[in-house]
């Protein structure tokens, strides 16, 4: 069976430009604490590898803390704040905040006080993308980095959090991004790498990777490929029945990122639906990687008011650059014709 990868908002297939890094990065022997050659050969490559991360994301190289994933830059970012949140936010998030923005029917956040809030640029499962006010606190930019234009410096945001398996790199590997003069107390201590603020020996081959993939993403968004991921979306889009008054389209009606799409239909669970397209030979997902294998409702959609019912039937198509027309269109005849069978039972 031929199979189309259709998650990658859970997690992109590694870059050949990440995978390369990563192989040149096993070679090298050294510790980046060492101060013999071997060592400052490793410390090198973590400093190209930051500089190559910094550019992507228009910040400070200096200002690039790695980390095991966004979930613990987090971490790092929030715990002991206080800070405000939404339901819509990531669990690595959620786990930290206080849930108390309001949240509109397409998924958006308002945001009255930004210095004691934090806020993601674009949600994973619906992919609406939020309208970031100056002086945010923290910004969760996982999902839209390497898909949207990003300015870290330009953003107001203090303080930032990305993965680089989001954008073609490695797992397992992330960063905090801190504005210039902010600082952060280690929440992992111990011979002080990473400025100080992340102690543990880097993650060499990971870092390397996420270079890599960091400097091939930003390639990719110069030359128009998302813009070309959008129109696959929205080809996507078109070709599936949605009549019936009976699945909704959700975040229709706000900015979202190009490449993904969120379908509800009550009554239809979502875990169902990933199981009936994976034996199909389509990978999509019921909501955020992170929750997978828990039979539980989006607290997403809950957030944007979604009943349970609709909250546990949702599924989540994500393509990227990889994706082709014909795999669009053979999902839609299959994920069509699944529908069709669900709806004469109900």
Wanted: net charge negative.
């Amino acid at each position: 069976m031929t199979r189309s990868y259709l998650d990658w908002n859970a997690t992109a297939p590694l870059r050949p430009e990440a995978r390369a890094a990563m192989c040149a990065a096993m070679d090298l022997v050294g510790n980046p604490s060492s101060v013999h050659a071997e060592g400052r050969a490793a410390t090198a490559l973590i400093e190209k590898a930051r500089a190559q991360v910094a550019e992507a994301f228009g910040a400070q190289a200096s200002d690039v803390v790695f980390t095991s994933g966004a979930t613990e830059a987090a971490a790092l970012a929030l715990a002991g704040r206080g800070l405000h949140g939404a339901g819509v936010e990531h669990d690595a998030v959620r786990a930290w905040i206080d849930e108390d923005l309001p949240v509109d029917g397409q998924g958006r956040v308002t945001v009255d006080d930004p210095a004691a809030s934090t806020l993601q640029v674009a949600n994973s499962e619906t992919g609406v993308v939020q309208e970031l006010p100056q002086g945010l606190a923290v910004c969760d930019f996982t999902q839209g980095f390497g898909k949207l234009p990003l300015a870290f410096d330009w953003s107001g945001v203090d303080m930032g959090l990305i993965s680089a398996h989001k954008l073609g790199g490695p797992k397992g590997i992330g960063a905090l991004v801190l504005r210039r003069g902010l600082d952060v107390e280690a929440r992992i201590k111990g011979g002080g790498q990473e400025m100080g603020r992340r102690s543990g020996t880097q993650n060499l081959i990971g870092i390397a990777g996420f270079g890599g993939a960091a400097a091939a993403a930003t390639q990719d968004l110069a030359n128009g490929v998302w813009d070309e991921v959008a129109q696959l979306r929205n080809i996507l889009e078109n070709h599936l029945d949605l009549g019936g008054n009976v699945t909704t389209l959700v975040g229709k009606g706000a900015t979202r990122l190009p490449n993904t799409t969120c379908l509800v239909t009550p009554g239809w669970k979502g875990e169902t639906q990933v199981m009936q397209m994976d034996l199909r030979g389509f990978a999509v997902s019921a909501g955020s990687a992170c929750s997978s294998g828990k039979v539980a409702s989006s607290t997403v959609l809950r957030a944007m008011g979604f009943d349970e019912r609709a909250a546990s039937s949702a599924i989540r198509i994500s393509i990227g650059p990889a994706t082709t027309k014909d795999e669009v269109l053979r999902f839609c005849e299959a994920w069509n014709t699944a529908r069709a069978k669900h709806l004469a039972r109900a």
